[in-house]
């Protein structure tokens, strides 16, 4: 534009110039006038320079904002991801926390049905043990009963072993009896031969049981019936005489050796 400006000027004062030499303008009478257009072109570049700067500075500096926006969201991606790695990776430490809770409680109510089960059967046994105990203490007073009139029987036997031991003696003879041991601390067991007419050898025996006050008659061979042993040990009880069990027992032995 100055250019064209400036060239349109050149040939207006060549013009006058030509027309000058030829004859006096009245542009040679008008006062010089300085348009500058110099200081207006040095502007012009000033400006451009100015505003190519301003281009450029705010086209690096949307490129840098752009890079820095593009950094910041790789940052956000990656902070994403390890969170949601973290997230994993605590979920997982939660169901294996809830696991193991679970997996306690279970092993806890399995310890305490253990536990009741075996309070229940402490209980039961120290039950059965009370129980134990009672009948032992019971069996116990009922030895030492049993005890004290073995040992009141045996003190009797023995005041009057002193009168006993010539009849006794006179017994054995003519029944021919003999006295021996049950192997039974309570028992005697009385042996008579000469009760069968047709063996004179074979025995027949009983076992009298002195363990209380009133004597029994527990075994015997060969068997008799119950009811005549009984008879005979009723009359033994009321005289308590030996004598009358002796005989008796004889007698029995000898009519069941003949039937």
């Not at 994403?80 to 679970?102: A, F, G, P, Y």
């Not at 049981?209 to 008799?224: E, F, M, Q, W």
Request: net charge negative.
């Amino acid at each position: 534009m100055a250019s064209a400006f400036e060239s349109s000027l050149s040939s207006s004062v060549s013009g006058r110039q030509t027309l000058s030499a030829t004859a006096p303008s009245m542009a040679d009478s008008l006062p010089s006038i300085n348009f500058g257009f110099d200081e207006l072109r040095d502007r012009m570049a000033k400006f451009s320079a100015r505003f190519d700067a301003f281009i450029e500075q705010g086209r690096k500096r949307v490129l840098e904002e752009r890079n820095q926006f593009r950094m910041d969201i790789t940052e956000l991606q990656e902070d994403q991801r390890m969170k949601t790695k973290d997230m994993e990776i605590l979920q997982h430490k939660t169901n294996t926390h809830q696991q193991m809770v679970s997996k306690e409680a279970a092993e806890t109510r399995e310890m305490q049905a253990a536990i009741a089960s075996l309070s229940a059967q402490r209980d039961k046994n120290k039950a059965a043990r009370d129980t134990l105990q009672q009948q032992i203490a019971e069996t116990q007073r009922e030895i030492d009963g049993r005890l004290a009139a073995q040992r009141s029987h045996a003190q009797y036997l023995e005041s009057q072993s002193r009168f006993n031991v010539p009849e006794l003696d006179f017994w054995m003879q003519n029944l021919c009896l003999k006295i021996e041991g049950a192997g039974q601390t309570d028992r005697l067991k009385f042996a008579y031969s000469h009760v069968d007419e047709k063996d004179w050898d074979r025995e027949a025996w009983f076992e009298l049981v002195i363990a209380s006050r009133d004597y029994d008659v527990r075994h015997c061979r060969p068997k008799l019936e119950r009811e005549k042993v009984e008879r005979v040990l009723e009359r033994v009880n009321e005289t308590r005489d030996l004598a009358v069990l002796l005989k008796g027992m004889r007698e029995l032995f000898v009519e069941s050796m003949k039937s």
